[in-house]
């Protein structure tokens, strides 16, 4: 319940807010509906990478264009070790952290804001 | 207690989020960038984001654009406002990044978006002087009602196309390096066309000659760097008379300054010899419709997104195609129903340096005509990505700014001498360029053409025409400086002021011709007249092998077509090779060690086509730079800002004076190096060389596109993955198909003019749409490497229909 309120808030919020409004709707939803903190944080998480990946991969398969390849080799600039990733993977894994993170701690920033003022 | 233990992870957050909102040095933002909602992968969104009906403030009634399936616009439009509104609207929606990056560029302003790296570069660009000129252009052009008229209604389309963004929809570009465009404005045109004056005319050897002379004396300069070539076939054929009286020039009794003894320490990088062009035009009498074909590939940098793009553009008194310059209203090289125009760039000497002796070290004062005269200082003020800030103090005399002060190692500009001041034609602010190029648009004849060249300035061009009147014709055109014979070939002196430019060659007295016997009108950037012109222009043009065999193949066309004249844009043939190699390949075979004999084959038995897959093309080129090497860097070396003869000398001293001096090594002082010795010891060093980088001899290995490289870079070039390489093409710089690493045909353009309606081809090396991920940001490129020419559709009214459509958009005024 908590994992798609996050989804579906999120992406919402996501298609009319900036970026940062993915952390704010996990924080918010946290603080009302999170039992424990480590719910708070893991289903947040979890949200959030789902959201960003799931959405990040039908933009990468929708067909239209490739712009993940270029952007990949843009950041692996010369770098021997990481040409060999593949630019999905690697582009995966940064939004994987960077959605994991913030809405990880900002589900979490929500349960503890609850549990400070109740 | 309870605060502490609970305050910990809203805190995390914030600094998280604070961490992703920000650059990381060269990295951009990553939680905007990565946002699927908001980064690189909305662009991927986009390609037909135009739906067929859109609502626009600043449209006066709707316009209809059809967009073929090229993805080439053709507004309609009920008037001329809207129709350069949605010129800068359109060309916004597909190239904003790119015409900004050009106007930061010679504004001086990339450190503002790429931080300290460009900081000389930029510091260059304004001690040039070229946004303190484009300023006082836009001025004049206030009083331009018309210009003015085009150019605020082009950038009111631009802004309208901003204004509709936000971060989610940003060109890729400003999201990887971090910041916004701001608003789009007349200036900013400006800005645009003066770094064509820059390209094209932003060069200078008078710095690195005037070494020579100080180093060898003017007999040999007179020999070795002479004011006219062995062998030529000028622009406007010899024998065309000269129907005016020319201006008096006067020539001063000194015309050098006093020569230092010490060498002028600044190294001065060569004019590029791939920036260049070809265009011509054939008479009825030479094709098949008996009427004009004309012809143009201009050769500049090559470029992702491109420098062009192309359009129609129709409104009543209007109704034209061709590539428009993104920032640019009109359109620049392209054709109507009744003419056709095309430019190549002239390359006269319109950039030279005066010594200044200033009175003191705070430079406030400079002798001038037996006077102390005040100088301008202007501070100019940088802005770098992270904040700083950096000043730097720019001097003008009354001739133009002195770009270098004093010789510093990291100073970008490898053109300016030291302590001295630059003429330069690009600071010259009458007259309209863009003026021309609207009224060229709308000409129908000779008359019209003519009377439009009238108010051009810079860079110099050699425009080309034809009309369905049947009247071809080429005129040298842009503001000419009079100047006595050799004025500015070395350093001015400053203090004279009979060593000012004295004015300018009258336009009606500017070298042209009009329907020339000989049935075509041609130019490929080499001299623009004989020595009978009655005006000194400049004592070194582009080496004459490309207009030769341009010329050369005019002159045996008969019964011609478009693909004849696209055949001609594609010509390998090597003339160079064909001058010098009959001269070289004895001495080759009376020296020959057998590793040596499969590459003097291939040299005897090449067809002296630079095709994409020749390796004698390769060993051919190597060894004629390594020739060239081996014979001058010994007097004029390069590290000490010298500068080589020319191509034409340098082949003339190869097949008729082998034992000319030049060929014994200065710097071993107990051999005479002989003729034999230099071109043996070349060839072997140009083989050696070839198999070091590119391996052992073979079809693979050596082919000339492998060699050759031909890439069409980014505009960022640390972009890579947006450009690309290793272009499978023929040519070479001294070849009619002028692809060299970095340059070459920018766009080819073929016309058959008609007396109903021309059939035109033509595309470049790029696509129209500026974005990385869309299928027309490279799509002609393969196309052009293989010297293919797309038909053009050119639309007679906004209703025909045509077979190769994508879709309509209509924008209408918005309430």
């Not at chain 1, 603080?31 to 990946?53: M, P, Y």
């Not at chain 2, 990339?110 to 931080?115: D, S």
């Not at chain 2, 001038?368 to 802005?383: A, C, V």
Request: hydrophobic residues 40%; proline residues 6%; contains cysteine.
């Amino acid at each position: 319940m908590l994992y798609l309120l996050i989804i579906i808030l999120g992406a919402v919020g996501s298609l009319v807010g900036p970026w940062w409004v993915l952390p704010l709707v996990a924080c918010l939803i946290c603080a009302l509906k999170a039992k424990t903190t480590r719910q708070a944080f893991w289903v947040s998480a979890a949200a959030g990478v789902t959201l960003w990946t799931g959405y990040s991969l039908i933009l990468a398969f929708s067909g239209k264009e490739n712009l993940v390849d270029k952007i990949g080799a843009l950041f692996t600039g010369d770098n021997a070790l990481l040409a060999h990733v593949p630019s999905l993977a690697l582009i995966l894994t940064i939004v994987t952290l960077v959605a994991g993170l913030t809405t990880g701690f900002a589900g979490l920033a929500g349960r503890h804001l609850r549990m400070m003022f109740s | 207690m309870k605060f502490i233990k609970f305050l910990w992870s809203p805190l995390v957050a914030i600094a998280l989020i604070y961490f992703f909102n920000k650059p990381l040095g060269s990295v951009p933002p990553l939680g905007k960038f990565f946002s699927p909602f908001h980064g690189f992968l909305q662009n991927t969104t986009q390609e037909e984001d135009l739906s067929e009906e859109i609502f626009l403030k600043g449209v006066n009634e709707p316009v209809k654009v059809v967009y073929d399936s090229n993805y080439v616009p053709h507004v309609f439009a009920a008037n001329e406002d809207d129709l350069y509104f949605t010129q800068g609207y359109l060309v916004a929606k597909d190239r904003l990044w790119q015409m900004e990056f050009y106007t930061l560029v010679s504004s001086g302003r990339l450190t503002e978006v790429v931080g300290e790296t460009a900081f000389e570069f930029d510091r260059y660009n304004r001690r040039l002087g070229m946004a303190r000129a484009a300023e006082e252009i836009v001025e004049n052009q206030k009083k331009d009602e018309k210009a003015w008229r085009i150019l605020t209604a082009y950038a009111a389309g631009v802004n309208t196309y901003i204004s509709q963004l936000n971060y989610k929809k940003l060109p890729v570009e400003y999201k990887i390096l971090g910041y916004e465009p701001e608003e789009w404005t007349p200036l900013k045109t400006i800005l645009m066309l003066m770094n064509m004056r820059q390209t094209l005319n932003g060069q200078s050897d008078d710095f690195r000659l005037t070494n020579v002379l100080a180093q060898y004396g003017m007999e040999t300069v007179n020999d070795l760097f002479p004011d006219y070539p062995s062998v030529e076939s000028p622009i406007i054929p010899s024998g065309t008379p000269w129907n005016f009286t020319p201006e008096k020039v006067k020539v001063p009794e000194v015309t050098l300054p006093p020569l230092q003894k010490e060498l002028l320490s600044q190294y001065i990088t060569r004019p590029d010899p791939g920036i260049g062009s070809n265009n011509w035009a054939i008479s009825g009498s030479k094709s098949a419709t008996g009427l004009p074909i004309l012809a143009n590939d201009p050769h500049l940098g090559l470029s992702l997104p491109s420098i062009w793009y192309q359009m129609q553009l129709s409104a009543p008194g209007v109704n034209v195609y061709g590539v428009a310059l993104p920032g640019c209203p009109g359109i620049v090289i392209g054709f109507n129903k009744d003419v056709a125009w095309g430019v190549t760039n002239v390359g006269s000497d319109v950039m030279d340096f005066y010594q200044i002796r200033f009175k003191d070290s705070s430079k406030k004062e400079y002798w001038h005509d037996n006077q102390w005269k005040p100088t301008k200082i202007y501070i100019e003020e940088f802005r770098f990505k992270n904040g700083k800030v950096m000043q730097d103090t720019l001097v003008y005399t009354h001739h133009g700014p002195v770009v270098y002060n004093e010789d510093k190692k990291d100073n970008y500009g490898k053109n300016a001498p030291a302590g001295h001041a630059m003429k330069w034609i690009a600071h010259y602010t009458a007259g309209s360029d863009l003026s021309t190029f609207l009224a060229l648009n709308r000409a129908h004849n000779y008359d019209d053409y003519r009377k439009a060249l009238a108010v051009y300035s810079a860079p110099a061009q050699n425009f080309v025409f034809a009309s369905n009147g049947n009247d071809i014709a080429i005129t040298v055109n842009g503001k000419l400086p009079l100047k006595w014979k050799d004025q500015g070939k070395f350093i001015l002196d400053g203090t004279n002021p009979e060593h000012d430019w004295q004015g300018y060659i009258p336009y009606e007295q500017n070298p042209t011709v009009k329907n020339p016997p000989r049935g075509f009108v041609s130019s490929a950037n080499q001299f623009s007249t004989d020595p009978t012109y009655p005006y000194y222009l400049g004592w070194r043009f582009a080496p004459a092998y490309r207009g030769r065999r341009i010329n050369d193949r005019l002159t045996h066309l008969t019964n011609a077509n478009a693909d004849s004249l696209r055949s001609i844009q594609n010509d390998n043939y090597n003339l160079m090779a064909e001058r010098i190699l009959p001269s070289l390949i004895p001495v080759l075979e009376k020296h020959s060690t057998p590793d040596m004999l499969p590459s003097i084959k291939l040299l005897k038995e090449w067809n002296r086509q630079n095709t994409a897959t020749s390796v004698a093309a390769t060993i051919f080129e190597t060894w004629a730079a390594e020739l060239t090497r081996w014979i001058w860097d010994d007097e004029f070396p390069a590290e000490k800002n010298m500068l080589y003869p020319s191509n034409d000398r340098t082949a003339q001293l190869v097949t008729t004076e082998p034992a000319g001096r030049w060929f014994d090594n200065i710097n071993t002082a107990d051999t005479v190096e002989t003729y034999d010795y230099i071109v043996l010891g070349s060839f072997k060093a140009s083989l050696d060389s070839l198999t070091r980088h590119h391996g052992t001899m073979n079809k693979e290995n050596w082919a000339w596109y492998k060699v050759k490289n031909t890439s069409i870079n980014h505009l960022v070039p640390a972009f890579k993955s947006f450009s690309r390489a290793t272009i499978k093409n023929g040519g070479g710089s001294q070849i009619v198909n002028a692809s060299t690493s970095r340059t070459g045909p920018s766009w080819r353009m073929v016309v058959e003019l008609d007396k109903e309606w021309p059939r035109a081809y033509g595309l470049y090396p790029g696509g129209q749409s500026g974005r990385p991920s869309s299928k027309y940001y490279d799509n002609m490129i393969d196309d052009w490497a293989e010297g293919k020419l797309n038909p053009l559709i050119f639309m007679k009214t906004k209703d025909e229909k045509i077979s190769k459509h994508l879709k309509n958009v209509i924008i209408n005024p918005k309430k």
